[in-house]
Nanobody, 116 residues
Framework: VQLQASGGGLVQAGGSLGLSCSTS????????MGWYRQAPGKQRELVASVAGSGYPTYADSVKGRFTISRDNAKNTVYLQMNSLKPEDTAVYYCNAANPWSTANYWGQGTQVTVSA
């Protein structure tokens, strides 16, 4: 497995969860790192991404609630999710995309369930 994700779980609405994803330095150092999610019956969508510079981008639906960050020393990307809503329920996938090549890697997915 190129990307190893952890975190997730079950939380009540309004609660918080954190995700982390680690990979090798050879992948991490040249990749934009992102988190995607896929809810049942829906397409996979980008939640947040962070460039090598640390500049983040967010889906409108999570702005102000989620924070993505990367630790270049640990080759790890994090997603802190606050004020969770039931509609955030999905399988969350970590992604590493090299902007200078076609290299694209996915983590195994981790379930996030938010109860009402």
């Amino acid at each position: 497995v190129q990307l190893q994700a952890s975190g997730g779980g079950l939380v009540q609405a309004g609660g918080s969860l954190g995700l982390s994803c680690s990979t090798s330095r050879s992948i991490f150092s040249v990749s934009n790192m992102g988190w995607y999610r896929q809810a049942p019956g829906k397409q996979r969508e980008l939640v947040a991404s962070v460039a090598g510079s640390g500049y983040p981008t967010y889906a409108d639906s999570v702005k102000g609630r989620f924070t993505i960050s990367r630790d270049n020393a640990k080759n790890t990307v994090y997603l802190q999710m606050n004020s969770l809503k039931p509609e955030d329920t999905a399988v969350y996938y970590c992604n590493a995309a090299n902007p200078w090549s076609t290299a694209n890697y996915w983590g195994q997915g981790t379930q996030v369930t938010v109860s009402a």
